[in-house]
């Protein structure tokens, strides 16, 4: 009897703030006290009432429905959205995958700062060290300073630091960025990898490729409306450089300038954000000996390859060669004392921790720096307290629906007759080998894959250290194992993805927390409408220009026929004409050749739709009532929108966002994404099925005349 009580007076409470608050302030609310409990916590048939006319609720709290669905809308689903989740000072950007980040954020935190011995294993306990060690930190003392500089001194000397004592004959940029990368696995400037083979993805091979760019493609770091970004980065620096080394101020800013200037140089040598990526013709397969004779004696691969990896090697991917062309030049003319002191910034910028005026900063912090090292070890932390296996069930539902709906029109031949019947079968195989995972990491070996890290609770550098030691060691031994599933730890943290060396879509963990796109109570409607559009999105990835050069085995090898591939750069070119010609905040969308992210949008919603109808209709052929349950299980209770609209509406709502003034630019520029408002407008606009739902005459502007279609 208590038990149904408490379920009865958890229920109404929730009820209580979803009516008072009416906004996504009460789903937050109840999220931030909730989600720390376990969805099998939560399965009563009352409850699951409730969470659904919260959801209700919260759906019709973003949506202005005085807005005329035909004639835009992203402002009927989300005209709400940016008054009651509008930016604030400390934020960039409001949306669902922010959302969604502060609810994993509130477990991890949960996870990291509370033990439980029934439940911990001992990588949790090493992650809470690491975690721990972090947070102990609060302010940039000597001991700290020094121990960077220990850091700087087992390499070389910084001449920044050490001033006319800086001795250039004794600086060998090679030697130094070999020997970082073989002790810490770092690239900077040019780097040396391991990783699994494009042509054969069994066994892995070494590639020569770039440094990271903060700023990601050349466009932001030669056009003069980019330049406030570069202002930011080069005044960051300079602090840095006072802060974490005790340089003075004012030679720390001369130094940041001429760092920032040098990086402008490299910078130079990368693709423009509207260059499309052509791995076959950027990725060539050549020897050390072929290489010696492109870029030396300036770039010596030869030694460069050597020292990092510390074995004699043959044959390499050259990626990127235009990089290492502009790199040639750029070294000839660049001081060595700027060199310098750019390599050593570039060492001890991964050690340089912001701890913040206030303690719930400096905790914010720690716990983003523990997922980017200990992404995987916190999923599945995560994943083994707060899912179960309804979780797992209801996605493989979703994937199998949409591999079956694809395959069907892969099949008939009323679609994409665009495709040749032999590039059709090679597209119907690649789509029956495509596997779905969960980033749950549940079935790996965790324990042996952590091997022998130890982290300590007091001694944030050092973990670092041991960490980057660690990777470094790992890196090596690749290149005599056989390749392993592609890892991209923090940046598959909140998004699918489709690893096209593997043919497999990776379903984050942080995508699967109840009550935002998923929980057993909601409609498939809304699950369909969001995680499926999504997944349906990484599915169509596997067909666009990059997903033709990867075969069913995931190997780099075009399996498209010429005439498939002319008929498909066809119907590209009306995604390229339609998308410049709406703009942003002034600013025309770039009119990029590839497209694949607004055709994947396009033909993710598409598929995603075709398989819930699909669902819906092997439902209803199956019930006695055709209809009657199924239709009162499929809407929600006070939205009075039938399943087919819920849908879209669920769909709108995943780009639902506000956005800084300050990334407004960055994002039409760096993004190979459109922003969000145009992933619900251009997408629903060329689909025939939302006009009927919705009844939009033609003409209307989410139904216009001409439209776009690929899949």
């Not at 035909?70 to 949306?95: E, H, P």
Request: aromatic content about 10%; overall charge negative; charged content about 25%.
């Amino acid at each position: 009897m208590r038990n149904f009580l408490s379920n009865i007076l958890y229920g109404l409470a929730l009820l209580l703030i979803q009516l008072v608050y009416h906004g996504s302030a009460a789903p937050e609310r109840l999220r931030g006290n909730a989600d720390l409990i376990s969805e099998s916590q939560r399965d009563s048939d009352y409850i699951s009432q409730v969470m659904r006319h919260a959801k209700a609720a919260e759906m019709a709290s973003f949506m202005n429905e005085s807005i005329n669905p035909c004639d835009d809308f992203y402002k009927f689903a989300c005209g709400n959205w940016r008054r009651i989740n509008m930016v604030r000072d400390n934020q960039l950007s409001t949306g669902l995958f922010e959302r969604l980040a502060e609810g994993l954020n509130r477990k991890v935190k949960h996870l990291l700062e509370h033990k439980n011995d029934q439940l911990d294993t001992e990588e949790d306990k090493h992650v809470r060290n690491f975690y721990k060690s972090c947070t102990a930190i609060t302010a940039i003392d000597e001991t700290y300073r020094n121990k960077l500089k220990k850091v700087i001194s087992d390499f070389g000397a910084m001449p920044a630091l050490e001033g006319s004592k800086w001795n250039e004959s004794e600086f060998d940029w090679i030697e130094t960025i070999g020997e970082i990368a073989f002790s810490y696995g770092q690239t900077i400037i040019i780097g040396v990898e391991v990783n699994t083979d494009l042509a054969n993805n069994e066994v892995n091979i070494v590639y020569l490729t770039e440094q990271a760019f903060p700023l990601k493609v050349r466009g932001m770091y030669l056009k003069n409306n980019t330049k406030t970004y570069r202002t930011r980065i080069r005044d960051v620096m300079a602090k840095e450089l006072n802060n974490y080394l005790n340089i003075e101020a004012n030679l720390a800013q001369s130094t940041a300038t001429e760092l920032m200037d040098f990086e402008v140089e490299l910078a130079k040598g990368l693709k423009s954000e509207n260059e499309v990526l052509d791995l076959e013709k950027e990725s060539n397969l050549t020897t050390i000996a072929e290489m010696q004779n492109l870029y030396g004696p300036t770039l010596d691969i030869q030694r460069l390859v050597n020292i990092s990896l510390d074995e004699e090697i043959t044959s390499v991917y050259d990626l990127l060669p235009q990089y290492k062309v502009n790199l040639v030049k750029v070294i000839q003319r660049t001081p060595k004392r700027i060199l310098a002191n750019y390599i050593f910034y570039r060492l001890v910028k991964p050690l340089m921790l912001d701890v913040g005026t206030k303690k719930s900063e400096r905790e914010m912090k720690c716990q983003s720096l523990t997922k980017k090292y200990f992404a995987k070890f916190l999923d599945n932390m995560v994943y083994r307290r707060h899912n179960n296996d309804d979780t797992a069930a209801d996605v493989q539902l979703m994937w199998t629906e949409m591999q079956e709906t694809f395959k069907q029109k892969l099949q008939s031949n009323s679609f994409l007759k665009w495709i040749s019947p032999e590039t059709r079968k090679l597209a119907t195989e690649k789509l029956a080998a495509m596997k779905l995972e969960i980033n749950s990491y549940a079935n790996q070996n965790l324990s042996e894959e952590f091997g022998n890290i130890q982290m300590s609770e007091d001694d944030y550098i050092d973990n670092l250290l041991y960490i980057f030691e660690d990777e470094a060691i790992s890196q090596r031994e690749l290149i005599n194992e056989p390749a392993t599933p592609f890892e991209a730890g923090d940046t598959l943290a909140y998004t699918p993805a489709n690893i096209l060396l593997e043919n497999v879509v990776k379903v984050p963990v942080a995508m699967l927390q109840p009550y935002y796109m998923w929980a057993s109570n909601y409609p498939n409607a809304i699950k369909f409408g969001t995680l499926a559009a999504l997944i349906g999105h990484e599915i169509i990835h596997g067909f666009d220009i990059s997903g033709s050069k990867f075969d069913a085995q995931g190997n780099l090898k075009d399996w498209w026929d010429e005439v498939s591939r002319n008929n498909f750069v066809d119907r590209q070119q009306c995604f390229k004409q339609q998308y410049s010609n709406y703009s942003y905040y002034g600013k025309k969308l770039p009119k990029t050749d590839e497209q694949s992210e607004n055709i994947a949008d396009n033909g993710g919603v598409r598929l995603a739709f075709d398989a819930y109808r699909r669902w819906q209709q092997a439902q209803n052929s199956s019930l006695n009532d055709p209809g009657s349950r199924l239709s009162h299980k499929e809407t929600l209770p006070t939205l009075n929108y039938t399943s087919m609209q819920l849908f879209f509406i669920s769909y709108a709502q995943i780009w639902c966002s506000d956005v800084h003034s300050n990334l407004r630019l960055l994002q039409v520029t760096v993004d190979d994404h459109v922003p969000h408002k145009f992933r619900v407008l251009v997408p629903l606009s060329n689909f025939e099925e939302f006009s009927k739902e919705f009844h939009c005459a033609l003409g209307t502007k989410m139904n216009p005349v001409r439209k776009c279609e690929i899949y």
